[in-house]
T-cell receptor, first 113, second 113 residues
Framework: QKEVEQDPGPLSVPEGAIVSLNCTYSNSAFQYFMWYRQYSRKGPELLMYTYSSGNKEDGRFTAQVDKSSKYISLFIRDSQPSDSATYLCATFKGGGGADGLTFGKGTHLIIQP | EAQVTQNPRYLITVTGKKLTVTCSQNMNHEYMSWYRQDPGLGLRQIYYSMNVEVTDKGDVPEGYKVSRKEKRNFPLILESPSPNQTSLYFC????????????FGQGTRLTVV
């Protein structure tokens, strides 16, 4: 079993819809959870991160972590065509260990105008 | 402007011809890493470096070498490239191994024929 599982999509929704992107992970030692956004022909960029369980909101974006079920979510409200990109979830354990980021495979999101 | 610069952006080479992909960051970051991104497999870490002269293997190090002689530079070396190393490569840097934000370069698309 991969440490972080993510449905690759593509996920296609109409403009203005609420988008839900999800990941599951297997290692309960993960403490930090990130969402990266990658536009075509670009490198990934950090969108937002959360520590442990809970919600974090930034404008139209909400990140949610449920450690009891090992489930990571990103919600996008009032989706725009400019949100079309690949979204990658990422985790790491923290605590000063040598492990780097573990990425999901990414979900390709298409917002139809 | 804070950035990670990779060169070249695109490269087509022949099997067995040694090549180097350069990576430079201007943020004085200690931690740097190389990833490859393949369809269906996502981002996989090749090598990472926690500081000058300190490097270690990631998840898929076979066929690659790295060096970290200066803090800002972290070149990726393919001594004898093979077609299975055809991929999209990203260099990334962060302030420390425990940082939630990794800054990625624009990517290098390598084709080995």
């Amino acid at each position: 079993q991969k440490e972080v599982e993510q449905d690759p999509g593509p996920l296609s929704v109409p403009e203005g819809a609420i988008v839900s992107l999800n990941c599951t992970y297997s290692n309960s030692a993960f403490q930090y959870f990130m969402w990266y956004r990658q536009y075509s022909r670009k490198g990934p960029e950090l969108l937002m991160y959360t520590y442990s369980s809970g919600n974090k909101e930034d404008g139209r974006f909400t990140a949610q972590v449920d450690k009891s079920s090992k489930y990571i979510s990103l919600f996008i409200r009032d989706s725009q065509p400019s949100d079309s990109a690949t979204y990658l979830c990422a985790t790491f354990k923290g605590g000063g260990g040598a492990d780097g980021l573990t990425f999901g495979k990414g979900t390709h999101l298409i917002i139809q105008p | 402007e804070a950035q990670v610069t990779q060169n070249p952006r695109y490269l087509i080479t022949v099997t067995g011809k040694k090549l180097t992909v350069t990576c430079s960051q201007n943020m004085n970051h200690e931690y740097m890493s190389w990833y490859r991104q393949d369809p269906g497999l996502g981002l996989r870490q090749i090598y990472y470096s926690m500081n000058v002269e300190v490097t270690d293997k990631g998840d898929v190090p076979e066929g690659y070498k790295v060096s970290r002689k200066e803090k800002r530079n972290f070149p990726l070396i393919l001594e004898s490239p093979s077609p299975n190393q055809t991929s999209l490569y990203f260099c990334a840097s962060s302030s420390g191994q425990g940082s939630t934000e990794a800054f990625f370069g624009q990517g290098t698309r390598l084709t080995v024929v």
